[in-house]
């Protein structure tokens, strides 16, 4: 009878491709393991888990709506139904171990693991962890971390500094420059940039690119404009008009542009330079393919830890940074300047790339499966769990 593992968690690509890259490093150790992801109704996994060739099945729980305290009533019943609906489908599935990655999801899931005395891993990307994993951490078999100093959160001797887990198609990808622009529809000869705000978008980056979009064209550069869904309908009428020019006619270098980026491999292989967010897991992504990166970090980030994530890679002058606050004023031109500056575009790369973690999927899915032991019990822990593996 094969191996059943759980993992359990989404809401953002930083929580779902993590996810997909453990779960693809477990069936590379022992193709014979089934795995079950559970997420939230409604949210992105529902939709990104299948694409990836896995079996989801969603519960009804949704996070804390600080915008509209009135959208709350209803989160306690949504909570009671999520933990029966938990019950089931561990009773049905009989995991050994459940995995949690992060997002509303989770909690439930490995709760209610823990009161069955199920082993239980947590993957927490970001410096600072998140309240629902802090809580789980007392009762986890193990804390896959991606830094050190996380004993503030969560027991020593079960932390496991492994890395952010980076998917397979961006680890692995071969796809030439040449390709990659042409399959945005853009000229190889020309100089790209690549704006990605993150599976959701980013409204201060979003905001920047439209006020300036004329500028890209005016200095000879194409652009991919990743948006998010709530700022796809605007940036397309804005490319569009953008497009035919005053006269009507096509107005400078290409813009393609999209809620989302199914493929981005490409994406990256396409860019000369790069905009973005600074969570966990877009650095960890932007050190693999080793990008002259523009940080712009997301301002309302728990302990501001997105600007603690770009601050400490522009002190090791391995990327830039722009403030949300000035983002409008500043973060075009900041872009144009890096694609002029050829020599500070190789000193971003060279010194991003050393950063890289490629393998930080395969030494989780090595330590659950050395954590869970033979079929049916826990391997006892001997070893020194805050190491690099």
Same mark, same amino acid.
């Given at each position: 009878?094969?191996?059943?593992?759980?993992?359990?968690?989404?809401?953002?690509?930083?929580?779902?491709?993590?996810?997909?890259?453990?779960?693809?490093?477990?069936?590379?150790?022992?193709?014979?393991?089934?795995?079950?992801?559970?997420?939230?109704?409604?949210?992105?996994?529902?939709?990104?888990?299948?694409?990836?060739?896995?079996?989801i099945?969603?519960?009804?729980?949704?996070?804390?709506?600080?915008s509209?305290?009135?959208?709350?009533?209803?989160?306690?019943?949504?909570?009671?139904k999520?933990?029966?609906?938990?019950?089931?489908?561990?009773?049905?599935?009989?995991?050994e171990?459940?995995?949690?990655?992060?997002g509303?999801?989770?909690?439930?899931v490995?709760?209610?693991?823990? +009161?069955? #005395? *199920?082993?239980?891993? /947590?993957?927490?990307?970001?410096?600072?962890? @998140? =309240?629902s994993? !802090?809580?789980l951490?007392?009762?986890?078999?193990?804390?896959?971390?991606?830094?050190?100093?996380?004993?503030?959160?969560?027991?020593?001797?079960?932390?496991?500094?492994?890395?952010?887990?980076v998917?397979?198609?961006?680890?692995?990808?071969?796809?030439?420059?040449?390709?990659?622009?042409?399959?945005?529809?853009?000229?190889?000869?020309?100089?790209?940039?690549?704006?990605?705000?993150?599976?959701?978008? +980013?409204? #201060? *980056?979003?905001?920047? /690119?439209?006020a300036?979009?004329?500028?890209? @064209? =005016?200095?000879? !550069?194409q652009?991919?404009?990743?948006t998010?869904?709530?700022?796809?309908?605007?940036?397309?009428?804005?490319?569009?008009?953008?497009?035919?020019?005053?006269?009507?006619?096509?107005a400078?270098?290409?813009?393609?542009?999209?809620?989302?980026?199914?493929?981005?491999?490409?994406?990256?292989a396409?860019?000369?330079?790069?905009?973005?967010?600074?969570?966990?897991?877009?650095?960890?992504?932007?050190?693999?393919?080793?990008?002259?990166?523009?940080?712009?970090?997301?301002?309302?980030?728990?302990?501001?830890?997105?600007?603690?994530?770009?601050?400490?890679?522009?002190?090791?002058?391995?990327a830039?940074m722009?403030?949300?606050?000035?983002?409008k004023?500043?973060?075009?031109?900041?872009?144009?300047?890096?694609?002029?500056?050829?020599?500070?575009?190789?000193?971003?790369?060279?010194?991003?790339?050393?950063?890289?973690v490629?393998?930080?999927?395969?030494?989780?899915?090595?330590?659950?499966?050395?954590?869970?032991?033979?079929?049916?019990?826990?391997?006892?822990?001997?070893?020194?769990?805050?190491?690099?593996?």
């Amino acid at each position: 009878m094969s191996r059943r593992i759980i993992i359990a968690g989404g809401g953002t690509g930083g929580h779902i491709f993590p996810a997909i890259a453990i779960a693809g490093a477990l069936q590379k150790i022992d193709s014979s393991i089934e795995l079950l992801f559970v997420g939230a109704k409604g949210k992105m996994e529902m939709e990104k888990i299948p694409q990836a060739g896995y079996r989801i099945e969603g519960i009804d729980i949704a996070g804390f709506n600080r915008s509209s305290l009135i959208k709350n009533i209803g989160l306690p019943f949504k909570l009671i139904k999520s933990f029966f609906q938990v019950g089931r489908i561990l009773r049905d599935f009989r995991p050994e171990a459940v995995i949690g990655v992060g997002g509303y999801s989770s909690f439930p899931v490995l709760r209610a693991a823990q +009161a069955r #005395g *199920i082993p239980t891993f /947590i993957h927490e990307s970001n410096s600072f962890a @998140g =309240k629902s994993n !802090i809580l789980l951490g007392k009762k986890a078999t193990r804390i896959f971390v991606a830094s050190d100093g996380m004993e503030k959160f969560f027991p020593a001797g079960r932390i496991v500094i492994t890395g952010n887990p980076v998917r397979q198609s961006i680890v692995q990808s071969n796809v030439s420059r040449e390709e990659a622009i042409r399959h945005f529809g853009l000229d190889p000869s020309g100089s790209v940039v690549l704006s990605t705000g993150g599976s959701l978008g +980013a409204k #201060g *980056i979003n905001l920047a /690119i439209a006020a300036h979009l004329d500028e890209f @064209g =005016k200095h000879d !550069i194409q652009l991919i404009w990743q948006t998010g869904k709530p700022f796809a309908a605007e940036a397309t009428a804005l490319v569009a008009a953008h497009a035919m020019g005053a006269a009507g006619k096509l107005a400078g270098p290409g813009i393609w542009t999209n809620d989302f980026i199914p493929q981005m491999e490409y994406a990256f292989a396409a860019a000369d330079v790069v905009i973005s967010r600074s969570g966990a897991m877009s650095i960890a992504e932007l050190c693999v393919v080793a990008k002259p990166v523009v940080f712009v970090p997301f301002p309302f980030a728990a302990e501001d830890h997105q600007t603690v994530n770009a601050q400490h890679l522009v002190e090791k002058k391995a990327a830039l940074m722009v403030k949300d606050s000035e983002a409008k004023d500043k973060l075009v031109a900041t872009t144009i300047g890096l694609v002029h500056d050829k020599a500070l575009q190789q000193q971003l790369k060279e010194n991003i790339g050393k950063l890289a973690v490629r393998d930080a999927a395969d030494r989780i899915a090595n330590e659950i499966l050395e954590a869970i032991g033979p079929k049916g019990g826990i391997a006892p822990d001997t070893r020194n769990n805050n190491n690099n593996g």
